[in-house]
């Protein structure tokens, strides 16, 4: 398997590394990687009925669409993500083989996380990790949104999510739905040292093979942010038809 520590934070450019590893993958691959504050909508997700324009514009959060479905999510740099590509031998759609790195892992940190539905991890009855996943060339590509020390104000603030949602899983609001990792943390550890001891457990787990994303893949991967990810177009042109 591939590993790769991708430092950017920029959201354009790591959607958009997804798209080109996953379109040009020859074998596993697991990426890791964080973005400054961004809201993540979903392919099919009409983006302006997902967030509050007022909340992005005075904090300055990117919105942009990602190539899978579900539901639209809050970035910041206390999220860490996740990346899996893998040739689809009949996991497409199995959440709980890709969420079982995350979940073994936090055994190691006396967490006890469970996977819930279709393709959530819980701790205490509360979500810590989301995921979707889409397929292409006979290859998977599952990704998923961990909750660290991420700020569920600015969270709450900035979605706006179907109240049926909420109301169908008998919850009253989404901070009641929602922890963070490191509240259920009995020794400190800050959200770098979480990422890098992830990151070792991924790479002994799987053998990795440790190899940056070279500068010909990242001017590649810098175009396709520029030309699709960073558009208008895609992230709200793209949304569906409402009334």
């Given at each position: 398997?591939?590993?790769?520590?991708?430092?950017?934070t920029d959201p354009t450019f790591n959607l958009a590394a997804e798209e080109y590893l996953l379109s040009n993958a020859t074998g596993p691959i697991c990426m890791l990687w964080r973005n400054e504050k961004a809201v993540i909508v979903g392919?099919?997700?009409?983006?302006?009925?997902?967030?509050?324009?007022?909340?992005?514009?005075a904090h300055g959060i990117q919105v942009v669409r990602r190539m899978t479905g579900g539901g639209a999510?809050?970035?910041?740099?206390?999220?860490?993500?996740?990346?899996?590509?893998?040739?689809?031998?009949g996991n497409f759609e199995n959440y709980a083989h890709f969420t079982k790195d995350l979940i073994d892992f936090l055994v190691?940190?006396?967490?006890?996380?469970?996977?819930?539905?279709?393709?959530?991890?819980l701790v205490d009855g509360r979500k810590i990790c989301g995921s979707?996943?889409?397929?292409?060339?006979?290859?998977?590509?599952?990704?998923?949104?961990?909750?660290?020390?991420?700020?569920?104000?600015?969270?709450?603030?900035v979605l706006k999510p179907d109240p049926?949602?909420?109301?169908?899983?008998?919850?009253?609001?989404?901070?009641?739905r929602v922890t963070n990792i490191r509240e259920h943390m009995k020794h400190n550890m800050s959200s770098d040292d979480f990422l890098e001891a992830f990151a070792r457990f991924i790479s002994e787990r799987h053998c990795c093979e440790e190899r940056a994303l070279t500068r010909e893949e990242q001017g590649q991967i810098r175009r396709?942010?520029?030309?699709k990810y960073a558009?208008?177009?895609?992230?709200?042109?793209?949304?569906?038809?409402?009334n």
């Open positions: 398997m591939r590993f790769i520590r991708n430092n950017s392919k099919n997700q009409d983006t302006l009925a997902e967030i509050d324009p007022a909340c992005v514009k999510v809050y970035h910041d740099l206390g999220n860490i993500n996740f990346t899996m590509i893998e040739p689809d031998a190691t940190l006396d967490i006890k996380a469970a996977f819930i539905g279709r393709n959530d991890v979707a996943q889409c397929v292409k060339n006979g290859m998977v590509m599952h990704h998923g949104c961990i909750l660290y020390e991420a700020d569920l104000t600015m969270l709450v603030n049926r949602k909420l109301q169908s899983k008998g919850i009253a609001s989404v901070t009641a396709l942010a520029d030309e558009t208008w177009e895609w992230t709200y042109g793209a949304s569906p038809e409402w």
